[in-house]
């Protein structure tokens, strides 16, 4: 199986202020890459997938970078509605794998 | 608007059984493949099983597989997901998503889930 890490676990972070969070893969998945946003109570929100494609809807302020092994998702500018978990699957094989998470809090 | 309803959910015994079930509107669902994705209290999400959009593919995670199997009725807009065994770690809310065009992710549309409790 795939294995997925991220770092940081957790970020404490600002309004305004620009985030970065990053995935790493066990082994190359190419651009297959989701990202997901998950607040408390609710089901996850698709961000990104392919890597850097933004989901319909998605404000510009988030963005996807990265191939191979290593992947980013920026914040560029942290919004109030931004306080959330945060995390990224891969789906370059079965069976799929997600992160363990990042929490942005204040 | 895509919509994704989860229902079955509720409290069990260890090694008993429970089925859960995914009715999909505001999409062509034979089109599509369905996960299911599951998180514990207070933990990650773990995705455990897919169904292509005509049944005749399905994956499960190993911590499931064996255990739990998914199935689809294209006439009645609904997979459902039948869990045998039930073990206190399989305690989580279950999601179903719906795959995305062209297939890949878990997912690109989310149901609000729904709690499984195994205990004794």
């Known amino acids: 199986d795939i294995q997925m890490t991220q770092s940081p676990s957790s970020l404490s972070a600002s309004v305004g202020d620009r985030v970065t969070i990053t995935c790493r893969a066990s082994q190359d998945i190419i651009k297959y890459l989701a990202w997901f946003q998950q607040k408390p109570g609710k089901p996850p929100k698709s961000l990104i997938y392919?890597?850097?494609i933004l989901q319909t809807g998605v404000p510009s302020r988030f963005g996807g970078s990265g191939s191979v092994t290593e992947f980013n998702l920026t914040i560029s500018s942290l919004q109030p509605d931004d306080f959330a978990s945060y995390y990224c699957?891969?789906?370059?094989?079965?069976?799929?794998?997600f992160g363990p998470g990042t929490k942005v809090d204040v | 608007q895509v919509q994704l309803v989860e229902s079955g959910g509720g409290v069990v015994q260890p090694g008993r059984s429970l089925r859960l079930s995914c009715a999909a509107s505001?999409?062509?669902?034979?089109?599509?493949?369905i996960h299911w994705v599951r998180q514990a209290p207070g933990k990650g999400l773990e995705w455990v099983a897919f169904i292509s959009y005509d049944g005749s593919r399905v994956h499960y995670a190993d911590s499931v597989k064996g255990r739990f199997t998914i199935s689809r009725d294209n006439s009645r807009n609904t997979v459902d997901f039948q869990m045998n065994n039930l073990r206190v770690a399989d305690t989580a809310v279950y999601f179903c998503?719906?795959?995305?065009?062209?297939?890949?992710?878990?997912?690109?549309?989310w149901g609000q889930g729904t709690l499984v409790t195994v205990s004794s």
């Open positions: 699957q891969q789906y370059s094989a079965y069976p799929l794998t």
């Open positions: 392919g890597a850097n």
């Open positions: 505001g999409f062509p669902f034979s089109s599509y493949g």
């Open positions: 998503a719906k795959d995305p065009p062209g297939g890949g992710y878990a997912g690109d549309y």
